[in-house]
């Protein structure tokens, strides 16, 4: 669950976070400018609809700051899918590779120069040839 959280505070959409939540602070700035200076030139009758409008238009603000929640939540649950899915294709596609590692090469290579050195040695009537480590010996 950590994982997640701190996936969320440094992930690809923390940009996008940061707008958002600049973007709700301007806004909230914006309205309160609007009906502070409104009211100074409005009459009471268009007090109470000014009133009525801004309550409006913070219904509206809180829809869609769950709507934004709501789709940046669906959007991860997604790209965390698609990165799983992902994962478990790369995961699989390197078992099938079944790669032989440096080590393993150099490894087999030592083992390959000894046998031919007993061989060498066993045909030789005793004297085992030195070769260099990688080549082969007629």
């Known amino acids: 669950m950590a994982a997640r959280r701190n996936r969320r505070t440094s992930g690809p959409l923390r940009p996008l976070r940061q707008a958002l939540l600049r973007l709700e602070k301007d806004g909230a700035k914006v309205i309160a400018r609007v009906r502070k200076e409104a009211g100074a030139f409005l009459a009471t009758r268009q007090q109470r609809a000014l009133g009525q409008l801004v309550t409006r238009a913070q219904r509206l603000g809180t829809d869609v700051e769950r709507r934004i929640r ?69």
């Open 70 to 138: 709501r789709g940046r939540r669906d959007f991860e649950a997604r790209a965390e899918r698609i990165l799983a899915d992902v994962e478990r294709r790369a995961s699989r596609a390197v078992e099938r590779l079944s790669l032989a590692t440096r080590s393993d090469v150099e490894r087999l290579e030592r083992r390959l120069d000894a046998r031919l050195a007993e061989i060498e040695a066993k045909l030789g009537g005793g004297e085992a040839k030195k070769s260099a480590p990688g080549t082969f010996l007629p």
